[in-house]
């Protein structure tokens, strides 16, 4: 298995433009999350499915952020319109909750989409 | 709520000392405790999670609920453990985990 796999790797783009970013967990996980990683608060939880339906999405920071998870492969996440302050990178990680209600399952990441707005 | 600190950003020692980066959580119940470590160019990824209670790589950690803390240790580190270290936290009956700010680990030789 390649793993939980994200692009682009990398985007730059200006502000006011619409940024996709996309996901494509381990097959056969249940769990989907979104983190967004910044020098100044560290590894935010954004918004995560548990078999493709958003279960929490309080950590999106307001309206231009959505999420969809169409399918158990796919998952976008989207910002419209977006500005400098978006800046990160945005991590996608999926797990597989094998012991439910005692543990948590293992949380594999993707390698990241590294977004740069001017 | 649940919250990790992680005091320090960065942690440089020289190779062959001791290493401990420090985590302290705050939650009601009872919390999972976890080490993520993302090397250089390499995924995030689990170092180890305290109901384990193994050691890897070297690395040990213990919960201590009186302190709220789960500090990562390691007698003598290495060059290869040069490395972003991210604590983690998972709620009971939860599959989210709150994260840390991450500590920078240098290992000088």
């Known amino acids: 298995d390649a793993g939980v796999i994200q692009s682009p790797r990398h985007e730059v783009t200006e502000m006011g433009q619409e940024v996709t970013l996309r996901c494509k967990p381990i097959s056969g996980h249940d769990y989907l999350f979104w983190y967004r990683q910044t020098m100044m608060r560290g590894l935010e939880l954004l918004i995560y499915?548990?078999?493709?339906?958003?279960?929490?999405d309080s950590g999106m920071p307001e309206d231009r952020f959505s999420a969809k998870m169409p399918n158990a492969s796919f998952s976008t996440l989207k910002i419209q319109p977006s500005e400098p302050r978006d800046s990160a990178v945005y991590f996608c990680a999926s797990s597989l909750v094998t012991d439910y209600p005692k543990g948590t399952g293992e949380l594999f990441f993707g390698e990241g989409s590294r977004l740069t707005v001017l | 709520a649940q919250r990790v600190t992680q005091p320090e950003k960065l942690l440089s020692v020289f190779k062959g000392a001791p290493v401990e980066l420090k985590c302290n959580y705050s939650?009601?119940?009872?919390?999972?405790l976890f080490w993520y470590v993302q090397y250089s160019r390499q995924r995030l990824q689990l170092l180890l999670r305290h109901i384990s209670r193994e050691s890897i790589k070297g690395f040990t950690a213990d919960l201590n609920k009186g302190e709220t803390s789960f500090h990562l240790k390691k007698p003598f580190a290495q060059e290869e453990d040069s490395a972003m270290y991210y604590c983690?936290?998972?709620?009971?009956?939860?599959?989210?985990?709150?994260f840390g700010k991450g500590t920078m680990l240098l290992v000088s030789p």
């Open positions: 939650y009601s119940g009872s919390p999972e």
């Open positions: 983690a936290l998972s709620g009971q009956g939860y599959s989210t985990l709150t």
């Open positions: 499915f548990n078999n493709n339906v958003p279960i929490d």
